[in-house]
C-alpha cells in the first residue's frame, strides 16, 4: 500500500479520532498568526471581538448543517459526554413532580448515563436487562411511564457498534434526550423532535475537550438549585457559552470542521458516504461464512462503529491478534475493539475517507482468502 501524504495512517480510531486533513492543514497555517492577529487562537482572550466571530460563525455553520429552529440554543460546554450525564438529569429530572425519567440503556454509554441519573432522581429502565448488547428490542418489550420528565437514549454506542436509524417512538409530550456524540451530521434530522441533543466532539466534529448541546428554549431554568453554574443549561445560554472561559481552541477547530462540512456537500453527502462505507464493510461479514462475526442485529448496526470478531462468533484471538499487526503494517491504524468486549473496530466517521474504507474491506477479503476455512 502506498504512503499517504505527510506519514499519515488510516486511522479507524473510536475517539478521539480522525480529522479531516484539510481542516488541519487550515489550523496548521493559522497556529502562529490568526487572521493577522498576530497571535494563536489558543493565546486570544474569549472576551475579545476576534474569538467572538469564531463563537458566532460556528453556531451559525452548526444551524445551518443541521437546519436548527429558532426556538433552540446552541452551547459549547466542557465535561464532554460523561459531563452531560450529570448535567441532563440535573436540567431536567424535576420537569414533572415525580423526579423520574425514562432511559433506554442499549450500550455502554446509555448505562453508564443511567446509573449516574440515578443520583437526582428515579430512573426507570425502559427495556429488559440484558449484559448482550445486539440491539433494540422490539416496542412490545419496551416499559415507557407517561409519567416521565424526559425520555433519554445513546443515539450510537461506539462499544457494541449499535445504533437507533430513527428516534424511538415516545410520548410527544414529553421531551427527548439524545446522545449523538458518535453520529451527529451523519445523517439528516429532525430537531424539533427533539427537547436536548447533545454530542462530544471528539469523534464526528473536532478534537476532545468541547462538547455541544442544543436545547429547546423552554427547557431552561429548570434545573434544580443545587446544579452547578457550568452545568445550568440557562446560564450558559444566558451566556452565550462564556460564562465561564470555554474550550476555545476546540470551538475553533469545530468551525472548521463545519465549514468543511458546508463546501463538502453538507449532510445529504456524509450520509451517503456513511452508507458507502459501512456497507462495505458489513456486505463482506456477512458474506464471509462466519470467518467474520457480527453481533448486532442487521437492523440496528452502527453505520460509525463496525464491530466483527474472526474466527467465528467468540473469535479467535490469535487470528485477531494476526489482523491487527497486518493492519498496522499496511498503516491501518486503532482497529482494536473497545477492551469490555474484544475483537476489531473500525469507526467510519465523518472525516474517514470513503477510499480508506475501502481499502479496509480489501485487506479483510484478502485476510479471509489467507487464514479462512476452504471451502467444501
Known sequence: MAHLPHGRKLNFAAGPSALPLD?????????????????????????????????????????????????????????????????????????????????????????????EAEKYGKVNYVLPHTKQFKGVPHVNHWNLDNDASYIYYCANETVHGVEFQEPPSHNPDIPIVADMSS????????????????????????????????????LLGRAMPSTPAVLDYKILAANNSLYNTPPCYGIYMCGLVF????????????????????????????????????AVDKEHRSRMNVTFRIGGSNGNENLEKKFLEEAQNLHMIQLKGHRSVGGIRASLYNAVPVEHALKLADFMKDFQRRFGEPEA
Not at 434530522?189 to 447533545?198: P, R
Request: proline residues 2%; hydrophobic residues 40%; charged residues 20%.
Open 23 to 115: 481542516v488541519l492543514q487550515k489550523a496548521q497555517s493559522e497556529m502562529l498568526n490568526f487572521n493577522g492577529t498576530g497571535i494563536s487562537v489558543m493565546e486570544m482572550s474569549h472576551r475579545s471581538a476576534d474569538f467572538t466571530e469564531i463563537l458566532t460563525q460556528a453556531i451559525n455553520n452548526l444551524q445551518d448543517l443541521l437546519d436548527i429552529p429558532s426556538n433552540y440554543k446552541v452551547l459549547f460546554v466542557q465535561g464532554g459526554g460523561t459531563g452531560q450525564f450529570a448535567a441532563v438529569a440535573m436540567n431536567l429530572m424535576r420537569l414533572k413532580p415525580n423526579h423520574s425519567a425514562d432511559y433506554f440503556v442499549t450500550g455502554t454509554w446509555s448505562q453508564k448515563a443511567a446509573k
Open 183 to 218: 453520529n451527529i451530521l451523519s445523517k439528516e434530522l429532525d430537531i424539533s423532535k427533539y427537547g436536548v441533543i447533545y454530542f462530544g466532539a471528539q469523534k464526528n466534529v473536532g478534537p476532545a475537550g468541547v462538547t455541544v448541546v442544543i436545547i429547546r428554549e423552554d
Open 259 to 294: 465549514e468543511w462540512l458546508k463546501t463538502h456537500g453538507g449532510i445529504e453527502t456524509t450520509a451517503e458516504k456513511s452508507n458507502l462505507k459501512s456497507s462495505a464493510l458489513y456486505d463482506i461479514i456477512d458474506n464471509s461464512n462466519e470467518f467474520y462475526h457480527c
